[in-house]
């Protein structure tokens, strides 16, 4: 390719060797290739007189990034006691768009200070990217910003209905604000696409059809999905509560849409898929904040009941771990084999299996030795055995000899 250029003033044209191989003219000055201005000369002219050289334009830049730095911090530290006035939401979504305006502002300039707007002239030039499509960068810019405050603004609006019921976990409001955020962002997104010119109501046919598709494939993933919100939602427990669950035994370590974590009493995790949570019967042991405790014990038939009775309950009442209200109490269980059954009932506060196991555990003890003092015993189980006398012996060879059936001889197979 042969080089020619034509000077016109201090701008130099060189050509170019296009994809279809003719030669297009590619201007260095700030001219796209179709002669068009890309920025006006009034920005272009001053920032590249002050810096003439490749040096001047380092520091220009060193200059530009420290600046940009600076004023981000400030920005952060404003913040701070903006929020204590004007609220989070608000101030976060002016934060975030004083950055956006900034870091364009700071491109623009690098762009000027390295003679960089012929290059983005031939690019929009090749592209075909006019005012329209100018303006419809600047209108998404502006929609993706609105759709970012708006899910801080709707993050702090579940925040305060939280706050003011006082029933929704912390756990249900995240669930809560992700949805709205998916919902803002993908609202957004079909702004933007129509926008753009995309046809959005074929999107949304197409979608539709592939979520019936998808439905049909994974339909009981989707089913323990929507079992999921409504175990987030009618609260049967909550993180940290004591459940059972069918067969399984624990405490609530993690609730998602697909299943809930249960720590076992043997230190193991266990998965419980959240269809069969909603399909199961729930215990929950935590949720009035208090459990009832029993223990069984028995005591020799020939025992005072009452004695035995005022003993056990003055015994529990001495312990610091149970509940002073209700008082524990003891009742007349049943006529064990050996004993007379008393049940020793008691209530712990914030229930735990940790915190039952010791309350258990410190009720035995200390029933058991008021009984050793006062002299009540604890019978063992017993099984009296006793021999038949010979007068009331059946001779069964006899009898059999009596009704025609041969007795077999001594011996005989």
């Not at 929609?143 to 756990?171: C, E, F, M, N, P």
Request: hydrophobic residues 45%.
């Amino acid at each position: 390719m042969t080089q020619t250029g034509t000077e016109s003033g201090n701008e130099t044209e060189a050509p170019f060797q296009a994809g279809n191989g003719t030669e297009t003219p590619f201007p260095v000055g700030n001219e796209t290739a179709g002669g068009t201005p890309l920025l006006p000369p009034e920005v272009t002219e001053p920032v590249q007189g002050m810096f003439p050289t490749v040096g001047a334009q380092l520091a220009g830049t060193a200059v530009a990034l420290a600046v940009l730095l600076i004023s981000a911090e400030l920005v952060r530290r404003a913040g701070d006691p903006a929020k204590e006035r004007f609220g989070d939401a608000f101030v976060e979504s002016v934060q975030a768009g004083t950055m956006a305006v900034l870091t364009v502002l700071a491109g623009v300039f690098f762009v000027v200070l390295w003679r960089g707007t012929a290059v983005l002239g031939y690019v929009f030039d090749v592209l075909d990217f006019g005012r329209a499509e100018v303006v419809s960068t600047v209108f998404t810019l502006v929609i993706l910003v609105g759709a970012y405050s708006a899910t801080r603004v709707t993050k702090q609006a579940v925040r305060r209905v939280a706050r003011g019921r006082g029933r929704i976990t912390r756990h249900q409001r995240q669930i809560v604000h992700h949805v709205l955020q998916v919902s803002i962002f993908g609202v957004a997104s079909l702004v933007v696409l129509a926008l753009w010119g995309q046809n959005v109501g074929g999107l949304l046919v197409g979608a539709g059809f592939a979520g019936i598709i998808l439905g049909f494939a994974a339909r009981q993933t989707l089913g323990a999905v929507l079992a999921g919100f409504v175990v987030l939602f009618s609260r049967p427990f909550e993180l940290g509560d004591w459940v059972r669950i069918d067969e399984q035994e624990g405490i609530v370590t993690d609730i998602n849409i697909v299943n809930t974590q249960l720590r076992t009493f043997d230190d193991e995790l266990v998965m419980v898929p959240n269809d069969m949570v909603t399909s199961e019967e729930i215990v929950n042991r935590s949720r009035k904040g208090r459990l009832r405790g029993n223990v069984d014990v028995g005591v020799d038939y020939e025992a005072d009941l009452e004695a035995a009775t005022a003993l056990a309950e003055e015994a529990m009442a001495d312990l610091d771990v149970l509940l002073e209200q209700p008082n524990p109490q003891v009742v007349l269980s049943e006529f064990g084999d050996s004993a007379v059954v008393l049940r020793l009932r008691f209530h712990i506060d914030n229930p735990s299996a940790r915190k039952m196991w010791k309350a258990r555990t410190d009720v035995i003890a200390a029933v058991k030795s008021a009984f050793d003092e006062a002299d009540v015993s604890i019978p063992y189980p017993q099984r009296e055995l006793s021999a038949r006398d010979e007068a009331s012996r059946v001779d069964v060879a006899g009898a059999a000899a009596e009704d025609g059936y041969p007795a077999e001889a001594d011996g005989a197979e």
